[in-house]
């Protein structure tokens, strides 16, 4: 499980785990850490995916499929054993949707909680737009390779990172673009609440869709900043809070 998951702060009693998803290009670095600010009641896993950081040697996972398997496979004993939680920001948010469909509709299990982040509902027009793009071929076009997942925020200058981030960040779009959800037959796939955050200075995003997947209660907020809202302090003091208060007020 430590190939997949990353853990800096194991809590044994905790009675909810946060699993998160990390966005396009990165790793676990900047969500793992919400271990350590969450109490000892939510534990934090942080999916990693192949192709970064301790997985660098592994090649990138070619569809959504494969990373679903992956995932619901090694935590599946995990998942049964306490009630779960789902936070996905932008790609993360797809591969979050995507798990949590597999496990309701294989298995049963569904999250206590979706906390969705600056991404298009999977049922809208906007996200079947997006999967239709084509992805550019250098491999340095990072900002036309953008217009797939990211949205706006502060590119790195370092040439070397520039180069790594638009490598991983082309990869991760075309495991997105291999993403599909139809709900065809009107199905509401959920019963939990559903919570989605966005940056007030991020493009504009059709989240209103997230309604009909769940016949829980869907709520709306817009945080200050830009695409990586949720790397400021104050917003990801918000953020911890209102997880936290949200579980808490599942029925766990």
């Given at each position: 499980?430590?190939?997949?998951?990353?853990?800096?702060?194991?809590?044994?009693?905790?009675?909810?785990?946060?699993?998160?998803?990390?966005?396009?290009?990165?790793?676990?670095?900047?969500?793992a850490h919400w271990g350590r600010l969450?109490?000892?009641?939510?534990?934090?896993?942080?999916?990693?995916?192949?192709?970064?950081?301790?997985?660098?040697?592994?090649?990138?996972?070619?569809?959504?499929?494969?990373?679903?398997?992956?995932?619901?496979?090694?935590?599946?004993?995990?998942?049964?054993?306490?009630?779960?939680?789902?936070?996905?920001?932008?790609?993360?948010?797809?591969?979050?949707?995507?798990?949590?469909?597999h496990l309701k509709e294989k298995y049963?299990?569904?999250?206590?909680?979706?906390?969705?982040?600056?991404?298009?509902?999977?049922?809208?027009?906007?996200?079947?737009?997006?999967?239709?793009?084509?992805?550019?071929?250098?491999?340095?076009?990072?900002?036309?390779?953008?217009?797939?997942?990211?949205?706006?925020?502060?590119?790195?200058?370092?040439?070397?990172?520039?180069?790594?981030?638009?490598?991983?960040?082309?990869?991760?779009?075309?495991?997105?673009?291999?993403?599909?959800?139809?709900?065809?037959?009107?199905?509401?796939?959920?019963?939990?609440?559903?919570?989605?955050?966005?940056?007030?200075?991020?493009?504009?995003?059709?989240?209103?869709?997230?309604?009909?997947?769940?016949?829980?209660?869907?709520?709306?907020?817009?945080?200050?900043?830009?695409?990586?809202?949720?790397?400021?302090?104050?917003?990801?003091?918000?953020?911890?809070?209102?997880?936290?208060?949200s579980i808490e007020n599942a029925s766990?």
């Open positions: 499980m430590e190939k997949l998951v990353a853990c800096v702060q194991k809590k044994p009693d905790a009675v909810c785990r946060l699993i998160c998803f990390p966005w396009a290009g990165s790793g676990t670095s900047q969500l969450f109490n000892d009641s939510i534990e934090v896993f942080c999916i990693r995916l192949p192709g970064r950081e301790t997985r660098l040697g592994e090649p990138f996972a070619k569809d959504m499929a494969s990373v679903v398997n992956e995932i619901t496979s090694v935590l599946l004993k995990e998942l049964k054993e306490k009630p779960f939680a789902f936070f996905g920001h932008s790609f993360g948010t797809y591969t979050s949707f995507a798990v949590a469909l049963g299990l569904e999250p206590v909680h979706l906390f969705m982040s600056a991404a298009h509902a999977p049922n809208s027009a906007a996200h079947l737009a997006v999967k239709s793009i084509v992805l550019p071929d250098g491999s340095n076009d990072l900002l036309a390779i953008m217009e797939i997942l990211g949205g706006n925020f502060e590119l790195p200058h370092d040439e070397d990172i520039w180069r790594d981030t638009a490598l991983t960040f082309k990869e991760d779009a075309k495991l997105f673009q291999t993403f599909s959800f139809e709900n065809t037959e009107m199905k509401i796939p959920f019963s939990c609440d559903i919570t989605y955050f966005c940056g007030s200075d991020d493009k504009i995003y059709d989240a209103k869709g997230w309604r009909e997947l769940t016949s829980g209660d869907t709520s709306f907020y817009e945080l200050p900043g830009d695409h990586l809202y949720l790397l400021k302090p104050s917003n990801e003091s918000f953020l911890i809070k209102h997880i936290t208060r766990l």
